[in-house]
């Protein structure tokens, strides 16, 4: 069982920046793949990043490659997610997830565990 609490959501201006945490519980973080979804009011749940085992390999979802990174801490058992130039359609509930494999972490399929999220508002 992993049990993942994210952290650092907020309010923003567009063009500023936020970091996301997302620790987890447990001594098998990595064992696991993650990754970063999201959620708009009235809109489906989208993929927005993912990391393999050890860090070393990252995937972004198109509308935020470049702006954001993500990038996670074996020690301190945390996945980061640091969203840089934010828009206002970055708007949303951020959840990480952990994924048995890394092709599921890409958003392939259904996550093993989720967090409950943290609201991030980009406002214009």
């Known amino acids: 069982q992993v049990q993942l609490v994210e952290s650092g959501g907020g309010l923003v201006q567009a063009g500023g920046s936020l970091r996301l945490s997302c620790a987890a519980s447990?001594?098998?973080?990595?064992?696991?793949?993650m990754g970063w979804f999201r959620q708009a009011p009235g809109k489906e749940r989208e993929f927005v990043a993912a990391?393999?085992?050890?860090?070393?390999?990252?995937y972004y979802a198109d509308s935020v490659k470049g702006r954001f990174a993500i990038a996670r801490d074996n020690v301190k058992n945390t996945v980061y997610l640091q969203m840089n130039s934010l828009k206002p359609e970055d708007t949303a509930v951020y959840y990480c997830a952990a994924a048995r494999s890394y092709y599921q972490a890409r958003g392939n399929g259904d996550m093993d565990y989720w967090g409950k999220g943290t609201l991030v508002t980009v406002s214009s």
């Open positions: 990391i393999n085992f050890s860090g070393g390999i990252t």
């Open positions: 447990g001594r098998t973080f990595s064992s696991y793949a």
